[in-house]
């Protein structure tokens, strides 16, 4: 499966964005999808996960609250939708498919797309 992460861009601090992960190859409907990010300097995070059905969402508490993960399987298209954005987000965000052994798990992905650049200025 290929996944293409778009949607990033330079934003100020307080605004939104809403960041778009199309897969191709493969129907992702089954499997989980997740998002991450990576500042310079600092280690891949993980931010959120949303399972194959929708039902289940994980956060994480960096996040929580800002952000909104969602899906549409009907487009093979999962989504993150980030408010209230502060210079910490700043970071290259990647998306991920595949099968976590648990919604809060960083390990089980084995599909990832190229990243897309968010920088929010103060």
Same mark, same amino acid.
């Given at each position: 499966?290929?996944?293409?992460?778009?949607?990033?861009?330079?934003?100020?601090?307080?605004?939104?964005?809403?960041?778009?992960?199309?897969? @191709?190859?493969?129907?992702?409907?089954?499997?989980?999808?997740?998002?991450?990010?990576?500042? @310079?300097?600092?280690?891949?995070?993980?931010?959120?996960?949303?399972?194959?059905?929708?039902?289940?969402?994980?956060?994480?508490?960096?996040?929580?609250?800002?952000?909104?993960?969602?899906?549409?399987?009907?487009?093979?298209?999962? $989504?993150?939708?980030?408010? @209230?954005?502060?210079?910490? =987000?700043?970071?290259? $965000? $990647?998306?991920?498919?595949?099968?976590?052994?648990?919604?809060?798990?960083?390990?089980? $992905? =084995?599909?990832?797309?190229?990243?897309?650049?968010?920088?929010?200025? @103060?």
């Amino acid at each position: 499966v290929q996944l293409q992460a778009s949607g990033g861009g330079l934003v100020q601090t307080g605004t939104s964005l809403r960041l778009s992960c199309a897969a @191709s190859g493969r129907d992702v409907s089954r499997v989980a999808m997740g998002w991450f990010r990576q500042g @310079s300097g600092k280690e891949r995070e993980h931010l959120a996960t949303i399972a194959w059905s929708g039902g289940s969402v994980y956060y994480a508490d960096s996040v929580k609250g800002r952000f909104t993960i969602s899906r549409d399987n009907a487009k093979n298209t999962v $989504y993150l939708q980030m408010n @209230s954005l502060v210079p910490e =987000d700043t970071a290259v $965000y $990647y998306c991920a498919s595949g099968w976590p052994s648990y919604m809060d798990s960083a390990e089980g $992905y =084995d599909s990832w797309g190229q990243g897309t650049l968010v920088t929010v200025s @103060s």
